[in-house]
Nanobody, 128 residues
Framework: QVRLVESGGGLVQAGGSLRLSCAAS????????MGWFRQALGKEREFVGA????????EVADSVKGRFTISRDNAENTVYLQMNSLEPEDTAVYYC?????????????????????WGQGSQVTVSS
């Protein structure tokens, strides 16, 4: 069982920055692809970004491209989501997720159904 705990959310003005962290409990964290998703009030949860278990391959959604960056520190069992130039439309609960499958080094998982473990979520609110 892998426990994921997000932190770093909060209230920020439009144009500001936040960095979300997701700490994993499992020592095998470094072996699994990770992802970030978000869910705005009244909307379905959507993909934000994904990172391979090596950390060398990443992808982010078109809506955040050029503003958000995903990274990981396997020595610290932590994955990060750096969010710059935040917009009110980025307001949502942000979730990190971990695969439970051992996959090829450059594998990215873009769909929610591919993830086994989820964090409790971290609220990000961007004021205009």
């Amino acid at each position: 069982q892998v426990r994921l705990v997000e932190s770093g959310g909060g209230l920020v003005q439009a144009g500001g920055s936040l960095r979300l962290s997701c700490a994993a409990s499992a020592r095998t964290f470094s072996s699994y692809p990770m992802g970030w998703f978000r869910q705005a009030l009244g909307k379905e949860r959507e993909f934000v970004g994904a990172i391979s278990w090596t950390g060398e391959v990443t992808e982010v959604a078109d809506s955040v491209k050029g503003r958000f960056t995903i990274s990981r520190d396997n020595a610290e069992n932590t994955v990060y989501l750096q969010m710059n130039s935040l917009e009110p439309e980025d307001t949502a609960v942000y979730y990190c997720a971990s695969s439970a499958d051992l996959l090829a080094p450059d594998t990215l998982l873009l769909r929610q159904m591919e993830y086994e473990y989820w964090g409790q979520g971290s609220q990000v609110t961007v004021s205009s």
